[in-house]
């Protein structure tokens, strides 16, 4: 029998066996998988932040912001990205100095809801090229004029 290890994600014990080891722990695959993902989102909020407001590292204010809303609020870090992405590329709203990610609440299930229906006319486009309609052919018949009476019009 194989010892039993605590995944430090979800805090449940397993077999080291059946265990994904990185960096001394051990997880589930499915909870390994999560993390990583998770951690990659975090990586590209942080780099779209610093990006957007020319700074080398996010600020503790919006670190705090950052972990109020993932508690608080229960968003994800990729819907706090694109709920800024929304408010500042697609509406135009320009960057000022000092603001933070205080927008964020008031713009994330407009930007959530906006981002679906991009997503859905994405899906709607990929299945209509996928499924194209056949090609009619259509055929038009001339009129055979030998059987067509001329009427004279000075006789009316």
């Not at 014990?13 to 051990?26: E, G, Q």
């Not at 998770?38 to 779209?48: F, G, Q, V």
């Not at 320009?94 to 859905?120: H, M, S």
């Amino acid at each position: 029998m194989a010892r039993r290890v605590k995944c430090p994600y979800c805090e449940t014990y397993l077999d080291k066996d059946d265990a994904i080891p990185y960096k001394k722990r051990y997880y589930h695959q499915h909870c390994f998988d999560t993390w990583k993902m998770e951690a990659e989102h975090r990586k590209e909020l942080i780099k779209y932040i610093c990006e957007l407001y020319k700074i080398d590292a996010p600020t503790g204010m919006m670190l705090k912001q950052i972990k109020e809303f993932q508690e608080e609020y229960k968003y994800k870090l990729k819907g706090i990205e694109l709920a800024l992405r929304y408010f500042h590329e697609t509406l135009g709203n320009p960057v000022r100095k000092g603001d933070g990610l205080g927008i964020v609440p008031f713009i994330y299930e407009e930007a959530k809801a906006d981002y679906l229906q991009k997503k859905a006319i994405k899906e709607s486009v990929e299945k209509a090229k996928k499924h194209k309609p056949k090609e009619r052919i259509v055929v038009i018949k001339k009129q055979n004029r030998k059987n067509i009476k001329i009427v004279d019009i000075s006789t009316l």
